[in-house]
């Protein structure tokens, strides 16, 4: 694992000679050795079609590359942070929500539209998360933001997890989501909440979700 938690708001990352890592620009804090940090604007290995996903949705992060060798200190507005083990299968998350990740994992962006179809969509402008999710695959590990700390769901066949869309972090595994109401449609009238809906996620994986309802 490249990241070790230093407290529940920073992490630590080794780096090493022909290895790169990917973080937010922003997001070091401190290191030691020869590390070089370089701006990037296709992040990972989903080269320029994963780029121009995320141009077109307007929700790219910009990211900066990290090489070298030595040890880099992680954080980040003092959001607190998890450290999530990805062993080849793919990671959905919002842009926004990445701290950091290995460079072995492929990035992409996926169409929320593709997944719940309208309700995909409508999930985007309830949770102000928009239409395009970051997706991560491969082995490595992923270091995700979250107000309040992040606790983890797990999601199994004919048991599906309900989650606040506010509070929805991130998510991995054959995993299918889409949005329902939660209260009638007279009574959200008038509401901004998202309350009034839930984020059904169903299938085999686990759901990651922050300790509040707050955007980052």
Do not use: C
């Amino acid at each position: 694992m490249a990241f070790t938690e230093i407290n529940s708001k920073m992490i630590q990352a080794t780096v090493v000679p022909g290895q790169r890592l990917y973080s937010q620009r922003g997001a070091m804090l401190a290191y030691k050795g020869e590390v070089s940090f370089t701006p990037n604007i296709q992040g990972g290995q989903g080269g320029v079609m994963s780029m121009i996903g995320r141009r077109v949705a307007n929700e790219a992060t910009p990211l900066m590359s990290v090489e070298g060798s030595g040890t880099v200190m992680f954080g980040h507005g003092g959001h607190h942070i998890q450290i999530i083990e990805l062993t080849g299968d793919t990671l959905y998350v919002e842009a926004d929500r990445l701290l950091a990740f290995e460079g072995t994992l492929q990035q992409g962006t996926m169409f929320m539209g593709s997944q719940g179809g309208v309700m995909g969509m409508v999930r985007g402008q309830v949770t102000g998360q928009g239409l395009f999710t970051t997706t991560l695959q491969g082995r490595g590990s992923v270091a995700v933001m979250a107000h309040g700390g992040v606790f983890e769901v797990p999601i199994t066949p004919g048991r599906p997890v309900h989650v606040d869309p506010q509070a929805y972090v991130a998510h991995h595994g054959d995993v299918r989501n889409k949005l329902s109401a939660a209260l009638g449609w007279r009574d959200m009238v008038g509401r901004g909440s998202g309350e009034a809906f839930q984020l059904e996620l169903s299938g085999s994986g686990a759901v990651y979700v922050q300790a509040s309802e707050e955007k980052l």
